[in-house]
């Protein structure tokens, strides 16, 4: 896979950081630490998760690419600062699940897209006693991310509050601050590994997702 985004690379990003990390031998990278099964931090508080080690198998492409050892200088960026990071030059590339939109290509490329899901929203079963309808929730979403204009889009009138990260947004639900949180289902269903047994928690909807989106590594 690491290969194949190498081949969608465009050719501005191959005339200038190419270049670069063949002469530094250095690839300056990034992802997120708050969207588990993608990226989050283990125990030792280091980055892991799939775009981690997607990340690894390109660095690996462009070391047989150039035939020279590349290194992976990996940072850890959020929902609010990663695509600046790429724009400014600070970062060569970031893999997590930013999805590609029109008014993010204005400043950022996009590599093919490795992951597709669909948006829903995590609620606590209990919940559903007293709220019923997901219109009538109030949900949280991560700053910089195109979940609050899908729910926008898709539930008209829906009340979102907005909170730094997923680990952010996750931590109001638990504390009541809001009725539900809402991402990709894969993200979801991460999160949801951080409650006890006895939490029951339910993803709405419960049959077609509210929108799809599909995931690419920001170039």
Partial sequence: LGALLLLALPSTLQAGVLERVEASGVLRAGTRADVAPFAFLDQGGNP???SVDL???IRAALSERFGRTIAL???VVTTTNRIDAVESGDLDIICEVT???WDREEHVDFSLPFFRDGTR???FRETLNSVSELQDMTIGVAEGTTTA???GETVPGIETRTYPSMDATFAALRRGEV???ANVGVILLGLSRQLTPDQ???LLPRTEPLGSETMACIL
């Fill in 48 to 50: 892991v998760g799939f």
């Fill in 55 to 57: 990340l690894d198998e």
């Fill in 73 to 75: 200088d990996l940072s």
């Fill in 99 to 101: 999805t590609p939109t």
């Fill in 121 to 123: 929203v995590l609620a």
């Fill in 149 to 151: 204009a899908i729910l």
């Fill in 179 to 181: 009725q539900g949180v």
């Fill in 200 to 202: 029951s928690v339910v």
